[in-house]
């Protein structure tokens, strides 16, 4: 059974074999938290550092006039963030989408971790690289593409994303978000997101069945999208791969 | 909650085949409005291929409820076109 959190960090090329296990042994113990319940909030106090093991959360702010934005979606392996502790309060709230299995971490568990083993320092450090990567893309296509691109896009992110938590069979894959949250994500009206869905049918790109996403062309999906997945540097570091023997 | 219809008449968009469900006639009104700015933002100069652009709402039976329109009017200061 693989743990997501480790096969997500050792993409990053900087993780020894012992450094693995300590990275399952800190995730084994995990809560179940229901659906559509907050996690932490904007505003709070951020002493827990979440690890998603598996199901969806996603990340939102609220604006003055009760609006809804939705800033980034979490997928198994992902955490939010790891130095999340050093900051006073939390600038958006963490809830979750599906029901979830989290792993909690405290300031104390990192801080050992990443001062006793440099792979999990620079794993932890990639990931929070990655992040604010994704975040970038995420700017670019709201600001910048058109709404069904942006949906085309956010699909073609979440295929590779999840695919390298094992989350993807035959370009199927679970999504649970309604319309109107994946219409508050890429910022466009919930009737936007009803023409952009049923668009994307017509054209034969993929089917949606409540959470079921089929992608049946992903070539041309990533085409209309204008989508490159090095944004998501899933192919490692500059640094290279440490020794083996490291612990 | 009622289920209405937002068919766009840009000379390529489909009739809205399922419709939303909004809780009533004035969030359908508000709904209106965002979308049409919504999808006037991505059409650019193919705009001035027709020049008119209409989104008719109607409720589940295709009892017509309101129009949005926007339209292009050319002066006679335009200049010549080649």
């Known amino acids: 059974m693989l743990n997501p959190f480790v096969e997500k960090l050792t993409r990053c090329g900087q993780l020894s074999d012992a450094e693995k296990l300590i990275l399952g042994q800190v995730t084994a113990a995990v809560i179940d938290v ?29 604006l003055a006039d009760g609006a809804r934005q939705i800033v980034s ?20 709230t963490i809830a979750t989408l599906s029901a979830c299995k989290v792993a909690e971490l405290s300031a104390t568990d990192i801080v050992r971790m990443t001062d006793h083993h440099p792979g999990i320092a620079r794993a932890l450090w990639w990931a929070t690289l ?13 600001g910048r593409r058109r709404a069904i691109e942006r949906v085309a ?36 009206t919930n009737v936007h997101m009803n023409r952009v869905i049923n668009s994307l049918r017509r054209l034969g790109l993929i089917t949606l069945r ?9 070539e041309k999906l990533q085409k209309l999208a204008g989508f490159t997945p090095d944004y998501l540097h899933i192919n490692g570091t500059f640094l290279g791969n440490p020794s083996q023997s490291a612990t | 909650m009622t289920r209405f219809f937002f068919h766009v008449h840009d000379g390529r968009s489909f009739p809205d085949p399922e419709g939303t469900e909004l809780s009533d006639i004035f969030e359908a009104q508000a709904e209106a409005a965002r979308l049409s700015g919504e999808l006037l933002r991505e059409i650019g100069r193919e705009f001035w291929e027709r020049g008119l652009w209409k989104m008719d ?5 295709g009892l017509a409820l309101f129009t949005l329109t926007f339209t292009a009017v050319e002066h006679a200061g335009m200049p010549a076109k080649a």
Not at chain 1, 75 to 92: Q, T
Not at chain 1, 130 to 142: A, F, K, L
Not at chain 1, 159 to 185: H, N
Request: glycine share 4%.
């Open chain 1, 34 to 62: 229901k659906p559509h319940t907050d996690l932490i909030l904007e505003g709070d106090r951020p002493s827990t550092v979440y690890v998603l093991m598996s199901g969806f959360a996603y990340r939102y702010k609220i």
């Open chain 1, 153 to 188: 896009h956010l699909l073609c992110e979440m295929v590779l994303r999840l695919r390298i938590v094992g989350l993807v069979e035959d370009d199927r894959f679970e999504l649970p978000v309604t319309q109107v949250e994946l219409a508050d994500t890429v910022a466009v």
């Open chain 1, 73 to 92: 979606y979490m997928v198994p392996g992902d955490l939010c963030n790891p130095h999340i502790f050093i900051l006073k309060r939390m600038d958006h």
């Open chain 2, 57 to 61: 709402v109607t409720d589940h039976t």
């Open chain 1, 210 to 218: 409540g959470k079921n996403v089929t992608i049946i062309d992903l």
């Open chain 1, 130 to 142: 990655v992040d604010e990567s994704v975040s970038r893309e995420w700017i670019s296509n709201i």
